[in-house]
T-cell receptor, first 113, second 116 residues
Framework: KAGVTQTPRYLIKTRGQQVTLSCSPI?????VSWYQQTPGQGLQFLFE???????NKGNFPGRFSGRQFSNSRSEMNVSTLELGDSALYLC????????????FGQGTRLTVV | AQSVTQPDIHITVSEGASLELRCNYS??????LFWYVQSPGQGLQLLLK??????LVQGIKGFEAEFKRSQSSFNLRKPSVHWSDAAEYFC??????????????FGTGTLLAVQP
């Protein structure tokens, strides 16, 4: 069974631009969560989607948004990029709805210059 | 608010020595607890999980963890460390907000170095 796939693996963007990251969950998994990982703040929860609906949202500005498609694939978008958005963005998929184990992708390394 | 504390930022052990990584949580109800491992530049791999029942749980790669409610701890152990265990280890708790969620709250991580 294929794992969680995140694309692209690496991105370099300029301040002010926007970026879209993609995540394909494990087949059959309907929950997708996104996390930001930085050396200073560690792993922080961005948001979670289940059956195309956002179920939970972390404490991030509105520049960070996401969506989930009917096939459970998810995208996250960051608009008006700032230098501080440079991070490893991790996607995790879970089978169902409630406090289940999460399987992580390898992440997308975003560098904002 | 729920939180997870990993008191040790960096630990160095010799290959073959035993290992214990500490994790304390702040949580009112029955916690769901996890340990993940991350190699440089990679995602997180689940080592083991505790939901309920036996307080000593076995995981992959020879790791185990013990849940101690009285101490609010979920420490990770391995009897004999291999050089390939060098990585960063994260303890996580799944909070219960009363609604359906798979959100995880992570500790700050412990970076493990293994000396030959």
């Amino acid at each position: 069974k294929a794992g969680v796939t995140q694309t692209p693996r690496y991105l370099i963007k300029t301040r002010g631009q926007q970026v879209t990251l993609s995540c394909s969950p494990i087949s059959g998994h309907r929950s997708v969560s996104w996390y930001q990982q930085t050396p200073g703040q560690g792993l922080q929860f961005l948001f979670e989607y289940f059956s195309e609906t956002q179920r939970n949202k972390g404490n991030f500005p509105g520049r960070f948004s996401g969506r989930q498609f009917s096939n459970s694939r998810s995208e996250m978008n960051v608009s008006t990029l700032e230098l501080g958005d440079s991070a490893l963005y991790l996607c995790a998929s879970s089978l169902g709805t409630y406090r289940l184990e999460a399987f992580f992708g390898q992440g997308t390394r975003l560098t904002v210059v | 608010a729920q939180s997870v504390t990993q008191p040790d930022i960096h630990i160095t052990v010799s290959e073959g020595a035993s290992l214990e990584l500490r994790c304390n949580y702040s949580y009112g109800a029955t916690p769901y607890l996890f340990w993940y491992v991350q190699s440089p530049g990679q995602g997180l791999q689940l080592l083991l999980k505790y939901f309920s029942g036996d307080t000593l749980v076995q995981g992959i790669k020879g790791f185990e963890a013990e849940f101690k409610r009285s101490q609010s701890s979920f420490n990770l152990r391995k009897p004999s460390v291999h050089w390939s265990d060098a990585a960063e280890y994260f303890c996580a708790v799944a909070p219960n907000y009363g609604g359906a969620t798979n959100k995880l709250i992570f500790g700050t991580g412990t970076l493990l170095a293994v000396q030959p």
